[in-house]
């Protein structure tokens, strides 16, 4: 496989790289459209692409180092065996200090990292971006469905669900506070939003990132799109404002679902990425 950002062999060396990049071409449960398994090709693919200079930062966040690891070895297709698997390979590098971020494949991986991510930072949080509330119980005769991601995750740690436009009846009783479900409709309405997510997340914080919490007109190579998601610019400022305020410790992306014909959501997922880890080690890249 390819080197996020195809960076030089010095900058993308793992013993000195600051941020690791872990594929995790997971796909099992999918059930609308499918694609999430050639997902992390696909970012690590359009990554190449993406400029090494950031024009808002004007930095080169690539200096702090940005190793890509392979996929576990051989990665079961079975999601309980596959999200132990995760959190094995995830374990490894938070163990050589590394901050591992995640890239999907199905939704289902996540709770692999975040357990991974619970060993290192028990009072750990995270905050979740997406359509979809996830949080089924069990779907489809498997409590390791994607649709069921949030309710794995919520017996793992707290959490905060922002974003969300498609659910069930009843789920918000389901979750135990500090844990919190924030809908679409209800930020359209609030200009507070981002103030109120931010203040009802503590300690480290973990950030899984299903990008049909975008707009599927800027995101449209999602499995499950759906209407009234967010766009660029409002969702970078509001996760420089988390990065800003919290300790972001690990994130993910997941749920690209790549088509040929539509490029640039690929592109989409590979900048995001690259402008997470330009706000988060923006201070280290100033003393460089
Ligand atoms: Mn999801």
Redesign the pocket.
Known sequence: MARFLDLPPEQADLEDARAVILPLPFEATTTYGKGTGRGPAAIIEASTQVELYDEELNEEPCQIGIATARPPEGFSSDPEEAIAQISAACEVLLERGKFVVGLGGE?TVSVGLIRAYSKYFPDVRVL?L???S?LRDIYQGSKFN??C??ARVSEICPYVGVGVRSGVAGERAVLNPPSRLIYAHEMRRNTEWVEEVVGALAGPVYITI?L?FLDPSIMPSVGAPEPGGFLWYETLEFLRQVINSHTVVGFDV??LSPKTDLPASDFLAAKLIYKLLGYLFEDELEKS
Do not use: K, L, R, Y
Request: charged share 35%; proline share 0%; aromatic share 0%.
């Open positions: 939704h979740q997406d359509a979809h996830d994607h649709a991601v949030m299903d049909d997941v749920e």
